[in-house]
């Protein structure tokens, strides 16, 4: 059959729905079916082309994205603008989440690798859901907070284990 018709006649599958691919980000895991289909209606799908940016170190944070397809790279820029790449995400993950609680000034710079659909989630949407639905803002809320834990439980035990090395190199 071709695409077209298949387009028509088939319908989509619960992971190919929007709130099927946000019911598997870890910072959705408290929401239910209801939850997430208010959430789909409320993230901004946002479409980049392969290389154009999406946020550079400095600008103002508003919210988090997360990649449904493509890739992005996350980098610093020093003083006289070279690139430190730090990590390539693809589909299924997420960044800048930290501004999604606290607005700040972007700590990392980011871009896509390719031609890729990001879903954002901005501070002002967070807002306005915590005034019409609270019992949502906060499981979302409460998800953030946990992924936040996570990442910096993993990047202390990082830290440390690279000191210990260091220590023991020093030792040697």
Known sequence: MNSLWESIFRSKTEEETLSGFLAKIPVFSELGKRDLNYLENLV??????????VFEQGDPGSGLYIIRSGGVTIFTRDGHDHEEELTTLGPGDFFGETTLASPAPRTVS????ESSELLGLFRSDLLATSDKHPEIANRILFGLTKMISERM???????????QRLADRDAS
């Not at 799908?45 to 154009?52: F, G, I, S």
């Not at 439980?153 to 000191?163: H, I, K, P, Y």
């Open 153 to 163: 439980q993993t990047a202390t035990l990082q830290l440390r284990n690279m000191q």
């Open 110 to 113: 980011a871009r896509t690798t």
């Open 44 to 53: 901004h799908v946002r479409n980049y082309k392969a290389q154009e940016t």
